[in-house]
Nanobody, 132 residues
Framework: QVQLVESGGGSVQAGGSLKLSCVVS????????MGWFRQAPGKEREGVAA????????RYSDSVKGRFTISRDNAKKTLSLQMNSLEPRDSATYYC?????????????????????????WGQGTQVNVSS
């Protein structure tokens, strides 16, 4: 069973930065496609970024492209999300997600569009608040 634990959330002013981390256990980490998602109150969960098993391919939502960077350390079994130039609209609970080898996570690559339905394992979330 894949287990994920996020950390690094907090409160920051607009224009600031935060780095989220996710520690993964219970599965062979370097075979997992990984992603970050977020959900604001009253809104649907939305994809932020995804990364291939080796970390050589990434995908971002248009709303964070150029500001956020997803990365992974397979030796440490961790996933990170560096968030720069934060805006109030980035305020949400951020979730780390994992997908085991499947049709959407195949050949080491993630073939989806950063959709929540593509990932079957989720962390408990970490809160990010950005004030103006």
């Amino acid at each position: 069973q894949v287990q994920l634990v996020e950390s690094g959330g907090g409160s920051v002013q607009a224009g600031g930065s935060l780095k989220l981390s996710c520690v993964v256990s219970g599965y062979t980490y370097n075979t997992l496609c990984m992603g970050w998602f977020r959900q604001a109150p009253g809104k649907e969960r939305e994809g932020v970024a995804a990364i291939s098993t080796r970390g050589d391919k990434t995908r971002y939502s248009d709303s964070v492209k150029g500001r956020f960077t997803i990365s992974r350390d397979n030796a440490k079994k961790t996933l990170s999300l560096q968030m720069n130039s934060l805006e109030p609209r980035d305020s949400a609970t951020y979730y780390c997600a994992a997908e085991t080898p499947s049709s959407i996570c195949s050949g080491g690559y993630y073939w989806g569009a950063v959709g929540p339905a593509d990932f079957h394992y989720w962390g408990q979330g970490t809160q990010v608040n950005v004030s103006s």
